[in-house]
């Protein structure tokens, strides 16, 4: 069986439709014949008019402002010419010796009056089919150039994590802690989902989960003291998906700022829920008083509200608060 293109059998119905219109008008005030003939003609000479003005007059000239209207105009009273010649002069016996043939000037104004519409119909046609495109071209631009921002933004995750992962095992190291083995198999296995997992677009929220806990167990190595961190995690088992790394960068300046490897008093209490089908990560911070933060300082965070805007938009809000002695952060956003 022939499949016929969409492009193809809706514009031979809408002809359809129009010469079957012309006919039952003609055919009530003649015979069927005539009005046959007069409806198949005007089908026609609409039809050439119509694929003129597509095909070739809005291709060439409708960059050209007013002169495509002028031009076109031109087209339309010369074409209007030739069809009434033929009226008159090919076609006497079905058009102009016709008894109820209308008088020639209304005649005329009749062929001005409807290829002008056909060719208004044809001009918003084409017009939208152009914007049509260019809105799909924007669209495959838009998301080419995000999916570029995110990849080099999930490109600078990596040296940014192994940068600060090997400042604190030189920390371990340089005070011979007894804890720098197991902080190089911590960093191993954090390794191993930095490299592999986190080139995903999506990572399950238990593997982020378990990154933090080793993360924050990595932390603790860098003091002889029980650091004061508390985790809470309430997801209920759900199976979320979230981008990578996403709160990496806060957790990481949660513990850079507190300075909680070196204050007793320190802490860093970070919880993530998922309720309402919204997850909710809030993390919050002591802050001494001679290392506070610059607002909105560090590539991390910089990078973190970018994937935002990218990767759930519209979809998220993010509140920082700081003050005097505490610093905090809340992420909502919709998985």
């Known amino acids: 069986?022939?499949?016929?293109?969409?492009?193809?059998?809706?514009?031979?119905?809408?002809?359809?439709?129009?010469?079957?219109f012309i006919f039952n008008i003609i055919n009530y005030f003649n015979s069927s014949l005539f009005a046959f003939v007069n409806a198949a003609?005007?089908?026609?000479?609409?039809?050439?008019?119509?694929y003129v003005t597509t095909m070739f007059l809005f291709p060439r000239f409708h960059k050209k402002g007013r002169k495509y209207?002028?031009?076109?105009?031109?087209?339309?009273?010369?074409f209007a010419i030739v069809v009434i010649v033929v009226d008159y002069y090919i076609l006497p016996d079905f058009r102009a010796s016709n008894p109820n043939q209308p008088p020639a000037p209304l005649h005329i104004f009749r062929y001005l009056f409807s290829f002008g519409f056909i060719f208004f119909v044809a001009t918003s046609f084409r017009s939208m089919e152009q914007t049509n495109k260019l809105l799909k071209?924007?669209?495959?631009?838009?998301?080419?150039?995000?999916?570029?921002?995110?990849?080099?933004?999930?490109?600078?995750i990596n040296p940014h994590f192994i940068f600060n992962?090997?400042?604190?095992?030189?920390?371990?190291?340089?005070?011979?802690?007894?804890?720098?083995?197991?902080s190089v198999l911590k960093l191993s296995d954090m390794l191993r989902y930095v490299f592999y997992d986190c080139n995903k677009d999506r990572v399950p929220l238990s593997a982020e989960l378990k990154y933090i806990e080793n993360f924050t167990a990595f932390q603790q190595m860098k003091s002889e003291f029980t650091q004061n961190i508390k985790i809470e995690s309430e997801v209920n088992g759900a199976?979320?998906?979230?981008?990578?790394?996403?709160?990496?960068?806060?957790?990481?300046?949660?513990?850079?700022y507190s300075r909680i490897e070196e204050y007793e008093l320190a802490y860093v209490d970070i919880s993530i829920k998922h309720a309402s089908n919204k997850l909710h990560f809030h993390i919050e911070n002591t802050l001494p008083e001679n290392n506070k933060p610059a607002p909105g300082?560090?590539?991390?965070?910089k990078n973190v509200k970018h994937r935002l805007e990218i990767i759930y938009p519209q979809k998220y809000e993010l509140f920082i608060d700081e003050q005097n002695s505490s610093y905090s952060v809340d992420l909502i956003l919709e998985p």
């Open 1 to 20: 069986m022939i499949k016929l293109h969409r492009k193809i059998w809706i514009p031979l119905v809408l002809w359809l439709v129009l010469f079957l």
């Open 41 to 50: 003609y005007e089908t026609i000479i609409n039809c050439v008019m119509f």
């Open 165 to 182: 992962a090997l400042n604190n095992i030189y920390s371990l190291t340089y005070m011979q802690s007894q804890n720098a083995p197991q």
């Open 239 to 256: 199976n979320i998906e979230i981008a990578p790394m996403l709160f990496i960068p806060f957790i990481e300046n949660a513990f850079k």
């Open 137 to 156: 071209l924007e669209k495959l631009l838009t998301e080419e150039k995000l999916a570029t921002e995110l990849k080099l933004l999930k490109a600078q």
């Open 297 to 301: 300082s560090g590539l991390g965070i």
């Open 69 to 78: 209207f002028w031009i076109s105009s031109l087209v339309i009273i010369a």
